[in-house]
T-cell receptor
């Protein structure tokens, strides 16, 4: 079974530039999550989708971050404009249904903002 | 406020030297506690779910236990391949997972 796919693995941008990350969850998984993991910290949830609807985006900085999950399958997370403090690993995860706590994570996209 | 605290932040063991990692939590109405392993440059990998005090789960050299206030991840006779960051997480009031900062375990041969 294929795991959660993410791209790009690495991205370096200047502050105020924009960046987009893509995620393809495990086939059949209804729930998709985007987490931000800053070096030395645990993952922090940015947004959770159930199929193509948003369940929780309370910690998403909506003035600069946006995410969508078209057709309830893959998802894109965008940052525009980026700030220095956005440097982090952006992890996508999926689970079969709702919040079970047993999430399947991708390898992450490491963003460096200069 | 819902909170998860892990200790120690880092732990260095010799191969075969058993030890325990701690995860303490403050949440109203525990709806599960989850342990993950994270290797450098990878996403977290699910290990265990614990739901009630007294529950134990085992996998190879790892055993997770749960009390009303904390969980322990016991590592028996660790090997270098057990080196990783171990994260614990609990669902908060809004049901989203709250992760601790992790314990970085290094097992030296």
């Amino acid at each position: 079974e294929a795991g959660v796919a993410q791209s790009p693995r690495y991205k370096i941008i200047e502050k105020r530039q924009s960046v987009a990350f893509w995620c393809n969850p495990i086939s059949g998984h209804a729930t998709l999550y985007w987490y931000q993991q800053i070096l030395g910290q645990g993952p922090k949830l940015l947004i959770q989708f159930q199929n193509n609807g948003v369940v929780d985006d309370s910690q998403l900085p909506k003035d600069r971050f946006s995410a969508e999950r078209l057709k309830g399958v893959d998802s894109t997370l965008k940052i525009q404009p980026a700030k220095l403090e956005d440097s982090a690993v952006y992890l996508c995860a999926s689970s079969p249904a709702g919040l079970t706590g047993e999430l399947f994570f991708g390898e992450g996209s490491r963003l460096t903002v200069l | 406020e819902d909170q998860v605290t892990q200790s120690p932040e880092a732990l260095r063991l010799q191969e075969g030297e058993s030890s325990s990692l701690n995860c303490s939590y403050t949440v109203s109405g525990l709806r599960g506690l989850f342990w993950y392993r994270q290797d450098p440059g990878k996403g977290p990998e699910f290990l265990f779910t614990l739901y009630s005090a007294g529950e134990e789960k085992e996998k190879e050299r790892l055993k997770a236990t749960l009390t009303k206030k904390e969980s322990f991840l016991h590592i028996t006779a660790p090997k270098p391949e057990d080196s990783a960051t171990y994260l614990c997480a609990v669902p908060g009031a809004t049901n989203k997972l709250i992760f601790g900062t992790g314990t970085l375990l290094a097992v030296q041969p």
